[in-house]
Structures are given as structure tokens and as C-alpha cells.
């Protein structure tokens, strides 16, 4: 067997290993899809005829699904980081040290396996904001677009988790640091559009990574324009990818040499 064929073989085992935890303890993943759900219905039943007056939409739900669309994508991260740390804290590596295993197996495991799960909550809240009154117009073709970009970007934010569940000491600190991420797209335009904003708040909005990602789905779901942010939202999803499995691999083979 090959070098190559070898990696790929233990890394489907790891993705089954980790698929199995998850249906074994699913109170993680089920909190995962359950965060965006709330939100979702809270800022349409309770804040939606406040705010949406100002977005543009006739029902505020079209304008804010894609938001909560993608903060379930960042939903997931937390998982992955536990599960990374659990891993890392309870000896099971130096277990995995002893065999003959490939050492790319272990992250890859879980990245796989917690991509699998995120899309899953993502197409469970695409599927609560259909049931509550949301209408995309998007074609077949603007559909795949919109799988590809919310794969890409769970796929970045997941390699993103697997360095923080590395790096974090306990299973509680790894939990804390991916936080930020899932909250950082209300200081975009998930909610409401920047322009509602104070300066300050405007310029970091527009400028902040998750912002393009939401007009673009914005515009695939429901017409409105992208311009330059469909660019945009595709190369922050590479970078953001690129830089979790540099930091990954880099914390990951440090740790296992010691």
C-alpha cells in the first residue's frame, strides 16, 4: 500500500471514529444547530418589525436567513475544538503514537468529521427559516454556489478550531475560544445592513471577514448585488482554510515530537 493510500485509509477511520462519538454523545452537535435556530427566531418574531424597516426586504426573514445561515457554518467550531482537546488532554494520542497510523490521520479525522456535522446544522436552520416564511430565489447553479461558499468557509473555520482545541489546556478553554467566531457576523450586516451603523462600527463591518461572505449568499439566495464581495467572500475562506491547517499541522507536529 502507498504512502498516500495508507494516510487515506486511517484517515476514514479516524472520520468514523469521531462520527461515532458524535452519535454516541450528541448533546454537542444538537447545541450546535440549536444557538442559530434561537437566534433565528428571535430576531424575526421578536426584533424583526423593528429591524426591518431598514433593510430593504418586505419580509425580514429574507434578509436575515442568510445571516443566521452562516453563523450556524460558525456554529460548529466549538465542537471540533472540544473534540480536538478531549483527544489531546485524555492520552488517547499517545496511544495513537504506538501505531503504525499516519500522524495526518488524527486532524484530518476530525476536521472531516466536524465539517460533516456543521453542514448538517446548516442545512437543518436552511430548512427551519423555508418552514418559517423564507423565500430565496436562487437557481440550481446559484444553490451550488451556495453549497461550495459554506463549504469552504466551515472548512476554514474548522481547521481554525482543530489549532485552538490544540493549543487550549482544558476542554472549557476550548469551548470559550472559538466564540468569538460565531458572534463576530452580528458585528457585520447578518442583522442589519452597515450603513445603519456608527462610523467606527461601519468601517470594522465592512471590513471584517464574514461581512462579504453574507452578501454573497445574500445575493445567491435572494438577487440582490454582490460586486465585489462574492470575490472576496471565496478568498477569505481560502485564507482563513490555509491559515487554521498551517497553525494546525505546525502546533500538531510540535506537540507530537516532544
Given at each position: 500500500m502507498t504512502t498516500l493510500a495508507h494516510s487515506v485509509t486511517d484517515s476514514a477511520?479516524?472520520?468514523?471514529?469521531?462520527?461515532?462519538?458524535?452519535?454516541?454523545?450528541?448533546?454537542?452537535?444538537?447545541?450546535v444547530a440549536v444557538m442559530p435556530v434561537l437566534m433565528l427566531l428571535l430576531f424575526t418574531y421578536v426584533f424583526g418589525g423593528a429591524l426591518g424597516t431598514g433593510t430593504g426586504s418586505e419580509h425580514y426573514i429574507d434578509y436575515i436567513a442568510p445571516g443566521i445561515i452562516l453563523m450556524s457554518a460558525t456554529a460548529g467550531a466549538v465542537a471540533t475544538a472540544v473534540g480536538v482537546c478531549v483527544d489531546m488532554t485524555e492520552g488517547i494520542v499517545n496511544r495513537f503514537r504506538t501505531m503504525p497510523i499516519s500522524r495526518a490521520s488524527f486532524l484530518t479525522g476530525h476536521v472531516v468529521g466536524?465539517?460533516?456535522?456543521t453542514l448538517i446544522s446548516v442545512a437543518l436552520v436552511t430548512g427551519i427559516a423555508l418552514l418559517m416564511g423564507f423565500r430565496p430565489t436562487a437557481t440550481p447553479v446559484e444553490w451550488l454556489a451556495v453549497g461550495g461558499l459554506l463549504t469552504g468557509l466551515v472548512l476554514g473555520l474548522t481547521w481554525l478550531a482543530a489549532a485552538m482545541g490544540l493549543v487550549a489546556k482544558t476542554p472549557e478553554t476550548a469551548s470559550n475560544m472559538p466564540m468569538p467566531l460565531q458572534f463576530l457576523?452580528?458585528?457585520?450586516?447578518?442583522?442589519?445592513p452597515t450603513d445603519s451603523m456608527p462610523t467606527g462600527l461601519r468601517w470594522f463591518a465592512e471590513y471584517q471577514p464574514f461581512t462579504p461572505i453574507i452578501e454573497t449568499l445574500r445575493g445567491l439566495l435572494m438577487g440582490t448585488p454582490i460586486e465585489n464581495d462574492g470575490p472576496l467572500a471565496f478568498a477569505w475562506c481560502a485564507g482563513l482554510a490555509l491559515v487554521g491547517y498551517l497553525w494546525a499541522r505546525s502546533v500538531f507536529n510540535r506537540d507530537t515530537t516532544r
Open positions: 477511520t479516524m472520520l468514523r471514529r469521531n462520527l461515532r462519538h458524535a452519535l454516541r454523545y450528541p448533546s454537542m452537535t444538537i447545541s466536524g465539517v460533516i456535522q457576523p452580528l458585528l457585520g450586516s447578518a442583522v442589519v
